[in-house]
């Protein structure tokens, strides 16, 4: 190696080194860049809340590749040491920032700055780091304001990554596992555990949910979860909205009886009927003031002032009045209902559930539920590695998800009735 000295750095980690793998992925990453490592202090957690902490020299064959592994060390939990405040440069224009900004993970991130780590705040994926006035802020790149700090380099930054729980509610086996041979049945009782110690803790719910909700008969066994308190905000697209209207008003979704399984005589009008039906009250809200749409999701969601959002794209007929076809709009949002929540389920919309995941700390739990395996790997792939994927249909799967909660719910009410008869 040239120059060994001048590439070399000493980074440091703390955290469930071992229980959540990071350790062997921490060395994989300086094998993959051509460099090595040597281990100066590694100290085992005793305890099962104790953090092991690692201090590693990572060496690497010249400067560029030495930057290269310390931004992948990053997000692995691993910081330079000695410490340095980060390097802030200011951005030259609207939108515009420095070549060597620092790209946010959805890992919670301190930069350090004045000889002290703020926490960065609205954490999210795919954004830059502003620094203004003692605070730090995750940015998106189009909100950025020119002459603002951006935080640049490598130094200065330490990333928490999340690590992987002790399987407290039984779920853990789930995790980073996309499989099509597990019981639904199964699943779902997971689902319903988190689901409920989320509620149990005053913590908020979001689902994001596609058209087949509708298609799949799972309409119906949504509602029951909003009856139940369990939905805080939907996140949706303009077809949901349309095809839970269409079967509302005409029994069809997609001209398709849901009832009988087959097209009705000119079914394919109803998804434009319905839209022209709701768009004529002056939108949704109306239209159930007004007594036009009587049942289903958007109803069980106006009626119990629940918020929700649906955002548009180009393929939207209509659209409803009520979406929001300003993509830079839709987006802002969506992220301003996802603030606070504890916990996202995903139900069968890849494009909706990115989307949401793109924005999402890690520290949100996550639930991709979806026929296709491909779209619970891609959700992984892009860096929402805490997902926990499950393969079927998803009518079937919100069949268990309702009956299950409701078997609960019933268990506990003859719980508390029986105390009572006792006293």
Known sequence: MRDAAACSEIVEAEGHLVDSQLLNVIFDKVIERRSRFEVLRFDIGRTNE???????????????????????????????????????????????????????????????????????????????????????????????????????????????????????????????DVSTERRVEVSASKVVAMMRDVKAHGGRIAFVAGPVVVHSGGGGYFTDLIRGGFVDVLLAGNALAVHDVEQALFGTSLGVDLEAGVARDEGHRNHMRAINAINRAGGLQPAVEGGTLRSGIMYELIVRDIPYVLAGSIRDDGPLLDTEMDLIAAQDRYAGELVDVKMVVMLSTMLHSIGVGNM???????????????????????????????VTDVGLFLHQLATQLGALDAGARRARQGSEADV
């Open 50 to 176: 104790e953090f092991s902490r690692l201090e590693l020299k990572v060496t690497a064959p010249e400067p560029a590749v030495l930057r290269q592994l310390l931004e992948d060390l990053m997000p692995l939990g691993c910081h330079a040491q000695p410490l340095r405040d980060a390097l802030l440069r200011p951005a030259e224009a609207d939108g515009v920032v420095p070549d060597d900004f620092y790209s946010t993970t959805n890992h919670q991130t301190f930069v350090r700055h004045g000889g002290r780590w703020l926490a960065v705040g609205a954490q999210r994926m795919d954004a830059v780091v502003v620094v203004h006035e003692g605070r730090a802020v995750c940015r998106k790149l189009r909100d950025v304001q020119r002459g603002e700090r951006v935080v640049s380099g490598v130094s200065g930054i330490r990333v928490s990554p999340e690590f992987r729980e002790r399987d407290r509610l039984g779920f853990a086996f789930m995790t980073n």
């Open 360 to 390: 999402l700390p890690s520290h949100v739990r996550v639930v991709c539920v979806d026929i296709n395996p491909a779209v619970v790997t891609k959700l992984g792939d892009r860096g929402s590695s805490q997902t926990v994927g499950i």
